[in-house]
């Protein structure tokens, strides 16, 4: 017999009578490696159900919200790395967007689409590292090996063009901070002929799998409304059947211009996030693709980067659709050259708080397996 | 911004928020999630040995091809190891076959540093009259390799690149000074035609000569 969800909710036993249990509490983590980071998660077990999960954060804790207020807004993008690295030209984005629009800053067509393709590269390779992890989490090694084996072919496009690898800093308010790399264009299109087969492999490998199927079929569901009223965001949020994404809905860059569905989930477990993220790295591969080859001309710093940029007094919000939500950037600005005020509306921190929702009834098995869907980033929850 | 109440967003269907402006998007609406078959006894093992199977597949195409084995044997490939030409490593000043710079000691770096980590220090007695650098203070320690000193430099002076394997057992080693001399630029340097003339303008500054000059922190 497959078990079902059922089955895995169990009732506490009655107190008193022959199989009587005790609840009790128990650390997972700050350093546990399916946590992905220091995140703390004391459970309130009994025997192998989790009856409460409740996070505990600040283990990685650095202040950058005050920090901010210390730093230009050009220099404030380079901690926006720092929040969610996995999407760091994501954040760099939301950033730049939110001066932008503050300052009043007119784009070309060239940092557009540029900006745009890079994000989408970024969404892929912070999929395929997450691919990885989930099988890791789950007990199989081979898949972690196979993600960052492809993801380091995008690696390598990013350091060419940025020189970095993993902190960019690379979409300023006003431009990009170097322009292409000659030989990007060619890099990105050897990439995708190389990755589309991969990604059926992918399939192949973990997704076809029948234990893999069996540990994310009906576990952790998360229902549309528990998802809103939790305020999950991006794969999260879909995967539960709510069709929000802010490149569709409020489009930014030249997300209007391109064609690309957003996938959806119908149930909301696990497996429906499995699924929409690995949807959304084939969508991404073809926006990339009806970008690509027709980058218009253009320059690619609009503001030069000795000009400290100065925001007139005001409330300004921005916000992007990174890999793993929406990242909110609000401004309180006083008219000088540096914020006031930076407060982080990060998509992390609102996905793992659905775990509280999600988790108790299931075993602690189970709790890894959800914890790997969610797709944490611990740098972006505590920030 | 559009205010969406939480019913808004639960019920509002893509496609009719999405702006339909421009004919290039081919909009089919949201896709649904394909979900994993489970039918009869029988028919669940067979296609879960089925999957084993094919997953096991992958595996071994991999073990039996060797030339895609992708593994890098870090220590052992250094001559052969080429960082790309953007890559951040170690900032540097570009000096010319004369050993001269092009930095007047604008500051524009110090500036935009976000967290102090260079520090420009004038010369006491400039031998032109106009201001001359003299220390070029680089914390390697507290840089995060942002870029930003490099782009915003006018002349060009600064570089990011070098080698990577920068681990030392002392961290005052990680302290820089970047400039190989005191004094003024090439450009005023080459104007003058008697070799004699030009040294005495310069002093030579060695990568850990002087007491370096440290901003304890925050913003000038």
């Given at each position: 017999m497959v078990s079902t969800l059922e089955d895995r909710v169990r009732p506490p036993a009655a107190a008193g009578g022959p199989l009587s249990t005790q609840e009790f509490f128990i650390n997972m983590g700050p350093q546990h490696p399916s946590t992905h980071g220091v995140l703390r998660l004391v459970l309130k077990l009994d025997g192998e159900t989790v009856r409460e999960v409740i996070p505990v954060l600040g283990y990685i804790h650095r202040g950058i919200e005050k920090i901010g207020e210390h730093q230009t807004y050009r220099q404030f993008v380079h901690l926006s790395d720092r929040l969610d690295y996995l999407s760091a030209l994501m954040n760099n984005w939301a950033v730049s967007l939110t001066v932008e629009k503050a300052a009043k800053i007119e784009l070309n067509d060239r940092i557009q689409v540029i900006r745009t393709i890079m994000a989408e590269l970024q969404r892929i390779q912070s999929h395929q590292l997450w691919w990885g992890v989930l099988g890791m989490d789950l007990g199989a090694f081979t898949p972690f090996l196979y993600g960052f084996r492809d993801r380091e072919v995008l690696t390598d496009v990013f350091e060419e063009t940025m020189g970095a690898r993993l902190t960019m800093n690379y979409i300023q308010p006003g431009g990009l901070m170097q322009d292409i790399h000659p030989n990007f264009v060619e890099r990105v299109k050897s990439f995708l002929k190389y990755f589309k087969p991969k990604l059926a492999e992918y399939e192949e490998l973990l997704g076809g799998n029948v234990i893999l199927q069996e540990r994310l079929r009906k576990v952790g569901r998360l229902e549309a409304k528990t998802a809103v009223s939790m305020g999950a965001t991006g794969p999260v949020l879909r995967a539960s059947g709510v069709a929000h994404d802010l490149r569709k809905k409020e489009p930014y860059g030249v997300y209007s211009k391109v064609a690309f569905d957003v996938p959806v989930g119908t149930m909301g477990d696990c497996w429906d996030r499995y699924w929409v993220r690995i949807e959304e790295m084939r969508q991404s591969m073809r926006i990339v693709e009806q970008l690509i080859d027709n980058i218009p001309a253009g320059k690619h710093l609009l503001v030069k980067p000795a000009i400290v940029i100065k925001v007139p007094q005001g409330l300004y919000y921005g916000q992007v659709e990174t890999a793993r939500g929406i990242l909110g950037i609000f401004v309180v600005a006083d008219g000088t050259g540096y914020p006031y005020r930076i407060h982080l509306r990060t998509p992390n921190f609102n996905n793992l708080w659905s775990i509280t929702a999600i988790a108790p009834g299931l075993r602690v098995a189970d709790l890894v397996a959800i914890l790997s869907s969610l797709d944490i980033v611990v740098p972006d929850i505590d920030r | 911004m559009n205010k969406m109440s939480q019913e808004d967003i639960l019920t509002a269907p893509l496609a009719e928020t999405a702006p339909s402006s421009s004919p290039a998007v081919g909009m089919t609406g949201p896709l649904a999630a394909p979900r994993p078959e489970r039918r009869g006894f029988w028919w669940n093992i067979l296609s879960g040995l089925r999957s084993l199977l094919k997953g096991m597949g992958v595996t071994f195409r991999y073990f039996s091809r060797p030339s895609t084995v992708v593994t890098q044997q870090y220590p052992e490939n250094r001559a052969t190891l080429k960082l790309f030409d953007r890559s951040r490593t170690l900032l540097g000043m570009i000096h010319d076959e004369n050993g001269f710079h092009k930095c007047t000691a604008c500051h524009f770096c110090e500036k935009a540093c976000p967290n102090a980590s260079i520090t420009v220090a004038e010369r006491p007695k400039p031998a032109t009259g106009k201001p001359e650098l003299d220390y070029f203070t680089w914390r390697m320690d507290s840089?995060?390799?942002?870029n930003a000193c490099v782009i915003v430099c006018p002349f060009s002076v600064l570089t990011m690149s070098g080698t990577f394997e920068n681990s030392v057992f002392d961290s005052r080693l990680l302290i820089y000074n970047l400039t190989r001399y005191a004094g003024p630029t090439s450009q005023v340097l080459m104007k003058i035609a008697d070799p004699e003339e030009r040294k005495r303008m310069i002093e030579t500054r060695g990568v850990f000569s002087g007491v370096p000059l440290l901003r304890k922190g925050g913003r000038k």
């Open positions: - | 840089c995060t390799y942002c």
